[in-house]
């Protein structure tokens, strides 16, 4: 159970610990263990134009979306205020006029 994970990089079994971080001997990389999966505050949401959003934030919606169980799409255009950041495939947390709670996809908004 103690073992320590290969190099990510060239795979090598020699890896040892040097305090924090995990160091392979064959290729010289160090690295933090765990530091891919955690870290759910340094959360990095990007709108279309690569400009970083933030909780709070007023986003403009820059395409139609359909819309699960509506008739009509959020149009182009729609603004959005007071979004909230997540972690997952629909990164923003968001109320919107006539659809209540949702779920966007940063791609597809622009900062406001
Ligand atoms: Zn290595």
Redesign the pocket.
């Known amino acids: 159970m103690d073992q320590l994970p ?7 079994e020699y ?1 040892y610990e040097d305090g924090n971080l995990l160091v ?6 160090e690295w933090t263990p765990g530091s891919e999966s955690e870290n759910g505050d340094e959360l990095v949401v990007k709108d279309a134009n690569g400009n970083i959003l933030k909780d709070g934030d007023t986003v403009t919606v820059i395409k139609d979306l359909k819309v699960k169980g509506s008739s009509s799409p959020i149009k182009i255009g729609t603004k959005v205020k007071n979004i909230r950041l997540v972690d997952g495939d629909h990164n923003i947390d968001c109320k919107i006029d006539g659809f209540g709670a949702m779920s966007l996809k940063s791609e597809f908004v622009k900062k406001a």
């Open positions: 290969n190099c990510p990089k060239c795979n090598s890896t392979c001997p064959e290729c010289a990389y």
